[in-house]
């Protein structure tokens, strides 16, 4: 239904990413331009669209454009912190204080050019800076994932800022009524994102050093409990919107997609338990058992499943 409009949005979203490049005098990436494509038509299609007509709409022209410039900045401030190096000091500079910080390097000019941009761009500027102050204090707690001293509580909460906090940047871009349910809704979304994420990548943290919530669990019914606690706080969420019903339901047939995807990676975690529920060692563990491949049929039917679920206890 949505695989045109997936193509445009991606290629569109492509496009951007070249021509901001070619007119900034730098270059990104290959992967960068390959995987913010893919996040620019998601977040648009099935997450701001999808929830912009609960409002009788979908996302214009303009916000769309600031949905594009989002991930030109998360993108080149995730690069900044995992591959390029960057010096802690001049990133809390460019957080908050882009108008005075200058750099020679293209991401750094990148990240200080969007993120000015957005910040102009938004509507209410003191919940928007509130919000990125935290995001950027919970990616800041996440470099403590790769020293072993967390535990697993403190990862899930990361795990819910760092998403949370990015699906809430994300809300500012489009002209939507202001509310904490809203923003609540938003955040709880985002925490499913991540969390999902941490599941799927499991074997790649692991390689890299990365603890998460996983990694980090004792059981395998303790990971399904913290994903299945975050889906439950983004279903109570959306149940307490004042939005017409009807709406409500369509909007959340769309947005179970998300944590139905969630639910594939957490079945693709508990194959490699042992008979007592317990994680195995996971260095141990070979990549093709860690890894959730969605291209399988039986993956893409039990996410599809897992949706149909989902919506189903949303409107009982």
């Not at 909007?251 to 008979?275: H, K, M, N, T």
Request: proline share 2%; charged share 30%.
């Amino acid at each position: 239904m949505r695989a045109a409009p997936y193509t445009r949005v991606e290629s569109g979203g492509k496009q951007f990413l070249l021509n901001y490049a070619r007119e900034h005098n730098g270059s990104f990436s290959d992967k960068l331009i390959k995987e913010a494509s893919k996040r620019i038509a998601i977040q648009q299609l099935f997450i701001n669209d999808t929830i912009a007509l609960l409002y009788g709409r979908t996302t214009n022209e303009p916000e769309q454009h600031l949905n594009r410039l989002y991930f030109v900045l998360s993108s080149v401030y995730d690069d900044l912190m995992d591959e390029l190096g960057v010096d802690l000091n001049d990133l809390h500079a460019m957080v908050y204080h882009p108008e005075s910080f200058r750099s020679n390097r293209f991401y750094e000019q990148a990240l200080v050019d969007t993120h000015q941009q957005l910040l102009e761009a938004v509507r209410f500027q003191d919940e928007y800076k509130q919000v990125v102050n935290a995001i950027h204090r919970a990616q800041m707690d996440s470099l403590k994932q790769k020293n072993g001293g967390l535990g697993f509580d403190a990862l899930v909460d990361i795990a819910r800022r760092k998403g949370g906090g990015s699906l809430l940047m994300c809300r500012h871009y489009i002209d939507l009524p202001k509310g904490e349910v809203l923003d609540a809704c938003w955040f709880e979304l985002g925490g499913v994102i991540q969390l999902s994420n941490d599941m799927f990548d499991v074997y790649k943290d692991h390689q890299e050093g990365i603890d998460t919530f996983v990694s980090r669990a004792d059981s395998c019914a303790a990971v399904r409990k913290a994903f299945e606690d975050q889906v439950k706080r983004l279903i109570q969420a959306f149940a307490l919107l004042d939005a017409d019903e009807s709406k409500k339901r369509a909007c959340f047939v769309v947005l179970s997609l998300i944590p139905a995807l969630g639910y594939v990676a957490l079945r693709q975690v508990e194959s490699v338990c042992d008979r007592d529920g317990r994680l195995p060692d996971l260095k141990k563990v070979e990549r093709k058992r860690l890894i959730t491949d969605m291209e399988k049929w039986g993956n893409i039917r039990y996410w599809l499943e897992s949706s149909y679920l989902l919506s189903a206890q949303f409107n009982r």
